[in-house]
Structures are given as structure tokens and as C-alpha cells.
């Protein structure tokens, strides 16, 4: 089950593979909040449920402690106190036995979280804050590098966050995730957008080298990030910084993405004005209206190849905390993405060593 778990399958297609009824599975999983749990190993000097069983036979043929003891090559003591901490030889039952011994191995480590108040609080607030447990765990260490008592993994957040039975994070902590799962998942396959038609377009293949390797700032990547199919926002993300910018658009057609496009491009200095790196999507057609109104070139991916703007993809995950799937983002004023864009880049990103996208941009400025 949990390798077919971390293989990317459903539960649904665990269930039907293992000829198991689909809530067994799932209560299974959710259980452990999608993680594997460690396997146990017995002690070799521990008693086996082979050895506990024939004590009860043993027992009940009324055979001596020291018989016993010869017949499983164990000490006396052993099968003594073995009898005795499990009822006596009146009461004495290999299963009950069996089930206190696993019981008692059991020896449940304090999660860091738990033995922490401080630690906690501060998770907790950047969770609320929309925050991811990596970004989280990044920023720990650079707040506070020489005190590990304020410092913690991302895995032991997002344990913290799936397995409930901790008691250490809220459950409602969860809805703040990117992904608003409830458990980890394996990777599944992703579908490709369809192609989209562009007139004579640029291919990224010859956009500057600066732009490739992101040593200078005020090369960017955009898309469209669609709500309801009616209603979408423009997201612009520097490549250098990953400084995000986004745009309020009336509909996705190229008559009103372009000017809202230009718009946004216009807001900056022109040592950040250099270039725009989008997808195949119809929306941005007219680039060459675009590029003539802003002097900025602008450069496409190749068909079904989101990949080479990943930075900007990466940012429309980040933003769908914000806007989920189906959201009418019409209903959102230019002010209130200004205030969304502004959280993002008062965030700390790992490929920045955890600086903010704001730092970061500052910095290069300077």
C-alpha cells in the first residue's frame, strides 16, 4: 500500500489493486497523515508470539516454570515474570500477552513542536500567514542561527500538520498550504496545456544570456492565472529576484491583456525593463504592440513547455493560497493584489537562501 502511495497512485487505485474496500485504505492513510510509518523490529532477546504461545499451552498441561524454560531455551526468571506480569497461570492468555508487550515497546518521541511553546507560536503565525513549512524552517535558521531550540525541519511541520494525534498545530493550519491537502501524496502526472498560436514569435531559445543565467535583474516571466473561465489576473515575476507583480485584466483576450500588460511594465524603473518571457497562450498575440509601446522584447516558450518559465509557474502555485480554483477573481480590486503581491514578496524563498524577493531586489538595486 505505502509504496504504491509514494508511487503517485489514488486510493481508489490502491483499493482496487489490493482487492481492499476503498475506506480501509483510505482511514488507513489518513491515520498516519500519508506518512509511512517506521517499521518495528522485536529485541532478539525479547519473547516471541511463538514463545507466548506455547507458555499458555505449557500453562494449561500445568508444566513447571523450569520445564518451560528448558523447552524454549530461556531463563526461568524470564518465564516467570512473564507469567507473573500477565495475570498468573490461572489467567495467563498469549494474545493478551502478546498485545501488553507491544504495548509497552512502544516508546513515542516529544515532537520538537510539542516541547516548545516559542517554537510552536512562531510556526503557527507564518503558517497563518500563508507561509510554506519549507520557507518556514529557511527563515528559523536565518532568524536564529545560534539557538537550535527555535530551529525545525519542514518534514517535522508537515508531520505535525497531517497527524493530527501529535495535538501540537491546529487542523485548520492545513487550509493554509499551497497544495490544501490533508496527507502527503506521491508526485502524479501532470496533464500539458493545450498549444497555443502565436504570429511571429520569438522563441526563448534567443533571449540574452544574462536573462538565462539571472545575473542581471529585469527579465521576467508571465502568464494568465485563471478563476472562473470569465475572469483572470496577470502575473509577472522577475527572474533574478523572483519580485512578483500582479495586474487586473477584464477578460484573457489580447485586446485587454496587452494594454493591462503595458500598464504594469510602465509602473517600473527602466533598469528593470528589459524582457517578458510567456507561454503559447492566444492572450499575447499582439506582443509586437506591446513590445513597441514598452521597448521591451518579449519571448515565448516552446509548445508544451511551461517548464522554461518555471519561476513563474512556481508563482502561480504560490498564488492559488490565495485564489483557489474557480475564485472570480473579477470581484478583486487592483489595491488588493497589490497587498497579495506585497505578502509574496515579504516571504523568504529557499533559492534565495531564504531572503525575500523584496530583499533580494533591493539588494541588486543598491
Not at 85 to 108: H, I, L, V
Not at 253 to 279: H, Y
Request: hydrophobic residues 35%; contains cysteine; glycine residues 6%.
Amino acid at each position: 500500500m505505502w509504496a504504491r502511495w509514494r508511487s503517485g497512485e489514488s486510493a481508489t487505485q490502491i483499493a482496487s489493486a489490493l482487492g481492499r474496500f476503498l475506506p480501509v485504505v483510505w482511514m488507513k492513510l489518513l491515520a498516519a497523515g500519508g506518512f509511512q510509518p517506521r517499521e518495528r523490529s522485536r529485541h532478539p532477546k525479547h519473547l516471541t508470539e511463538r514463545e507466548r504461545e506455547e507458555i499458555s499451552r505449557c500453562l494449561a498441561r500445568d508444566i513447571g516454570v523450569r520445564a518451560i524454560a528448558r523447552a524454549l531455551s530461556r531463563h526461568p526468571s524470564t518465564i516467570c515474570r512473564e507469567i507473573q506480569r500477565n495475570g498468573g497461570r490461572s489467567a495467563y492468555r498469549s494474545t493478551c500477552a502478546e498485545q501488553r508487550a507491544d504495548k509497552q515497546a512502544k516508546r513515542p518521541k516529544v515532537c520538537k513542536l510539542a516541547g516548545s511553546p516559542a517554537l510552536q507560536r512562531a510556526v503557527a503565525k507564518q503558517l497563518s500567514d500563508y507561509w510554506s513549512p519549507e520557507q518556514i524552517a529557511g527563515w528559523l535558521r536565518r532568524t536564529y542561527p545560534g539557538d537550535p531550540s527555535m530551529q525545525v525541519s519542514h518534514e517535522t511541520i508537515y508531520r505535525s500538520l497531517f497527524v493530527q494525534t501529535r495535538g501540537v498545530l491546529r487542523a485548520e493550519l492545513r487550509d493554509h498550504l499551497r497544495s490544501q491537502q490533508r496527507m502527503r501524496v506521491g508526485h502524479a502526472n501532470r496533464s500539458k496545456k493545450p498549444v497555443g498560436q502565436i504570429r511571429d514569435a520569438v522563441s526563448i531559445r534567443e533571449r540574452p544570456a544574462e536573462a538565462e543565467d539571472r545575473a542581471v535583474p529585469g527579465h521576467w516571466e508571465g502568464d494568465l492565472l485563471m478563476g472562473t473561465p470569465s475572469s483572470c489576473i496577470i502575473t509577472l515575476v522577475e527572474r533574478a529576484t523572483r519580485f512578483v507583480i500582479l495586474g487586473k485584466v477584464d477578460s484573457k483576450t489580447t485586446a485587454d491583456v496587452v494594454p493591462a500588460l503595458i500598464k504594469c511594465i510602465r509602473r517600473l524603473p527602466a533598469e528593470l525593463r528589459r524582457s517578458v518571457t510567456w507561454d503559447r497562450g492566444a492572450e499575447l498575440a499582439a506582443h509586437k504592440d506591446f513590445s513597441v509601446a514598452t521597448d521591451v522584447a518579449v519571448y515565448f516558450c516552446d509548445p508544451a513547455s511551461p517548464w522554461q518559465r518555471g519561476t513563474n509557474e512556481n508563482t502561480n502555485g504560490l498564488l492559488r493560497q490565495y485564489y483557489p480554483n474557480g475564485v472570480d477573481l473579477s470581484q478583486y480590486s487592483q489595491a488588493e493584489l497589490n497587498a497579495v503581491a506585497k505578502q509574496l514578496n515579504q516571504r523568504p524563498r529557499k533559492t534565495l537562501d531564504f531572503a525575500s524577493p523584496a530583499e533580494a531586489l533591493n539588494q541588486l538595486l543598491r
